[in-house]
T-cell receptor, first 118, second 110 residues
Framework: GAVVSQHPSRVICKSGTSVKIECRSLDFQATTMFWYRQFPKQSLMLMATSNEGSKATYEQGVEKDKFLINHASLTLSTLTVTSAHPEDSSFYIC??????????????FGEGSRLTVL | QKEVEQDPGPLSVPEGAIVSLNCTYSNSAFQYFMWYRQYSRKGPELLMYTYSSGNKEDGRFTAQVDKSSKYISLFIRDSQPSDSATYLCAMGNNFNKFYFGSGTKLNVKP
C-alpha cells in the first residue's frame, strides 16, 4: 500500500521558536498534499492544500504567515510553524493524494506529528 | 449545520458482534466516500473507499452509501479487540477537499 511518512513524530519546543514538519510520500508521487490539525477527541481540521510547484491554498481562518507550507517536489511537503506559541500545540497530520490515481482519489495519511510548545 | 455528522460514541461491543457505524451529510454533491481507522496517537488508515452509491465489501468490512438519504454506513462483522479504534468517515465532491466526521470510538471487549 501507499506509504506517507511524517517527521518528526513528536517535537517539544520553546515559545517563539519555529518548527518544521516534513511529509514524504515514500512509494508514490503526490500531486497534492494536505495538512490537518487534530485536537483531542475531535476530527481533522483541514489547514491547507498544497500542490507541487505552486503556493498552498489555506482554509479560512488559517494564518498563512504562521503556518508556512512548501511543496518542493512530488514526494515532499513541509509545514513550518513560525514563532510557535502554546496554543499551537496540537497533532498535525499530512495526507497525500497519489498522482494518476484516476477516479479513486484515495488519501493516504502520515502518522502525525505531535507538537508541544512550552 | 456541519457538513458531516457522526456519533462520537463510545461504542462498546463484545468480541464477535456486528458493528454498525454511520455518518450523515448535508451536501448532495458528495460522491466520494471513505472510512478511516485511527488508533490512538496515529494517523488515519484508509479502510474503505466508495464512489457514488452502493455497497462495497472487503473481508469483514462492508461500506454502504445511500445518497437519497445522505447516509453512509460501515459494518464490521465478527469484530475483534484489534478493531478497537476511532473510525472516521470522510467525503467530498472533488479530489481537493474532503470533509471528515468527528469520529466514532469503538471498543471491542474480549
Amino acid at each position: 500500500g501507499a506509504v506517507v511518512s511524517q517527521h518528526p513524530s513528536r517535537v517539544i519546543c520553546k515559545s517563539g521558536t519555529s518548527v518544521k514538519i516534513e511529509c514524504r510520500s515514500l512509494d508514490f508521487q503526490a500531486t497534492t498534499m494536505f495538512w490537518y490539525r487534530q485536537f483531542p477527541k475531535q476530527s481533522l481540521m483541514l489547514m491547507a492544500t498544497s500542490n507541487e510547484g505552486s503556493k498552498a491554498t489555506y482554509e479560512q481562518g488559517v494564518e498563512k504567515d504562521k503556518f508556512l507550507i512548501n511543496h518542493a517536489s512530488l514526494t515532499l511537503s513541509t509545514l513550518t510553524v513560525t514563532s510557535a506559541h502554546p496554543e499551537d500545540s496540537s497533532f498535525y497530520i499530512c495526507s497525500a493524494r497519489r498522482r494518476g490515481g484516476g477516479v479513486s482519489g484515495e488519501l493516504f495519511f502520515g502518522e502525525g506529528s505531535r507538537l508541544t510548545v512550552l | 449545520q456541519k457538513e458531516v455528522e457522526q456519533d462520537p460514541g463510545p461504542l462498546s461491543v463484545p468480541e464477535g458482534a456486528i458493528v454498525s457505524l454511520n455518518c450523515t451529510y448535508s451536501n448532495s454533491a458528495f460522491q466520494y466516500f471513505m472510512w478511516y481507522r485511527q488508533y490512538s496517537r496515529k494517523g488515519p488508515e484508509l479502510l474503505m473507499y466508495t464512489y457514488s452509491s452502493g455497497n462495497k465489501e472487503d473481508g469483514r468490512f462492508t461500506a454502504q452509501v445511500d445518497k437519497s438519504s445522505k447516509y453512509i454506513s460501515l459494518f464490521i462483522r465478527d469484530s475483534q479487540p484489534s478493531d478497537s479504534a476511532t473510525y472516521l468517515c470522510a467525503m467530498g465532491n472533488n479530489f481537493n477537499k474532503f470533509y471528515f466526521g468527528s469520529g466514532t470510538k469503538l471498543n471491542v471487549k474480549p
